[in-house]
């Protein structure tokens, strides 16, 4: 491997280290199988480092470290998340957004009003709710792909200070799965609502009602120890959501909810509620 691999910093802040760093588009194509299997592989190693991390054990930690350099680094791994969210495979998650609101953006064709959108994760400005007219898409992403996304770690943005600077739709278009803790994906659910807003654009008169759009792998729901669809519905719910849309194909789940509740979230703890060997990890917990 290059010197650029060695000079990587071993310690992640917040989310960082969950995202790779860009890469250059000349590398060969990989099958669907060894896409999923790397980024499988490479979640593994995420996921092990940080707990060496917060258990202080630096050499374990290093060693992790070690691995992830001789499975191509995050530069191999930024190839397959790339080609796995391509458009040969499918993986514009923003077209089924873009039809689920689409009869919310019918009152703003023809007019110079827009809904605010904060895409987290983003990969590209040419998705299909940044071609989109009638919203107005601000972009970022831990590792920018390219010009149009900043550059920027969602839990280090700064609180809005007006509802300017709020947004009438946030995307996590598999983005809590990135997240290495199951706390820490409940902390990046909470903090969404801090951005979400009911304002109207500046001179636009017909109400709106805040969402929040995301995709996980299928798996993360319907094959978790920990998480089921059920006690998906209980948190989301006890943040004032209520499930607008929801869509089931046989690798992603896709979820809209708008916020139209009262915000009294409850204590969720990390609790087997669907036993089994074969059953993973994944869990979103609220302390």
Partial sequence: MGSSNRQRKKRPALLSGTRPPTVQAKHAALSSKATRNLIRSHHRLLKARAQAVQAGDEILAGNIDAQIRENGGLKSYQLASKLGQSLDRGGDTSKVLVDWIASRLLPLENTPYKLRVLEIGALSTKNACSLNKCLDVTRIDLNSQEPGILKQD??????????????????LSLVLNYVPDAAGRGEMLKRCISFMTKSSPSGYSLPITPSLFFVLPVACVTNSRYLT???????????????????????????????????????????????????????IIFK
């Fill in 229 to 283: 669809e059920s006690r998906l519905q209980d948190i989301m719910s006890s943040m004032g959501f209520v499930l607008a849309k929801s869509k089931q194909t046989s690798k992603l789940i896709f979820q809209l909810w708008d916020h139209d509740g009262d915000y009294k979230p409850n204590a969720f703890k990390k609790e087997t509620l669907n036993p089994g060997k074969t059953r993973n990890n994944f869990a």
């Fill in 154 to 171: 969602f839990m280090e943005r700064p609180l809005p200070n007006d509802e300017s600077d709020k947004f009438h739709i946030i995307s």
